[in-house]
């Protein structure tokens, strides 16, 4: 249905006089005259009674008035949808992150959604190995993932994290030991390997440097049962400092401040931007962070 005939229509019967509906539609009388005509003959119904007193609706009219009403705002509705749609500003955004960005995921999702009412978040956590795959299959539109990437994404540095050591509340260390042969004495909790890879190969990278092998006796499916099993006095564990920062209070932590115990992390997505609103929340977090 033409929508440019159902605003005339609606226009005409609300005024009930063409001189003022094509007036108010800023086109001539002859034109919306025209129009009516066009619209009677798709419809099959005389909807207006043209006279001196100007035009008087039928039964006909009246009886489609109600739906020609909904139909216009509907299709306005849809113009305006495809309009904010080409702007950027209205659709999902499918968003991945971990724990250790799970603050400044939010945050930045919280803060475009302010200034988009159009737009919806759909947020999922996954470790960055899953959200490579998920963005390169195009399940996931943008993703906080760790650097470097190994994959064709395009990417922009957000925060800098590093390793942690989560130690029962009643351990005697208060720093971090220098020496190797201190470690050797802690049996360790782990992150399943398949649910953090890339913890586990940062782990093992900076175990290198510091000549030790952790003695891994437990592992966990999450970071959270990792946590409350260090914090019920089962081990100690290696985690992200900006992730154990989200985790409940209670076990003792320390970062590590070591140059091969720190790593990236960043906004991921796979070139080139198709969609207008990635490309948008992609500036809007580059200006963010920027500023």
Known sequence: MNLRLLRAFVTLADLGHFGRAADLLCITQPTLSKQMRQLESELGAR?????????QITAAGTALLPDARRLLQDGESLQQRARLTRQGAFGTLRLGFGLSTLSLATRLAALFQQQHAGVRMAMDDFASAEQTRRLLTGELDVGFIRLPSMANLETLPLLDEQLALCLPPDHPWQT?????DAWAELNFIALSHNRGPGLAAQIRHWSATRHFQPSVTQFADDLLTVHAMVKAGLGAALLPWHAAQQLPTGAKLMAIDDPAAHWQIGLAWRAPVASPLLARFIEFVRATEKA
């Open 47 to 55: 909807l207006f009674e043209r006279g001196r007193h100007g035009a």
């Open 176 to 180: 971090v030991p220098a020496e190797a």
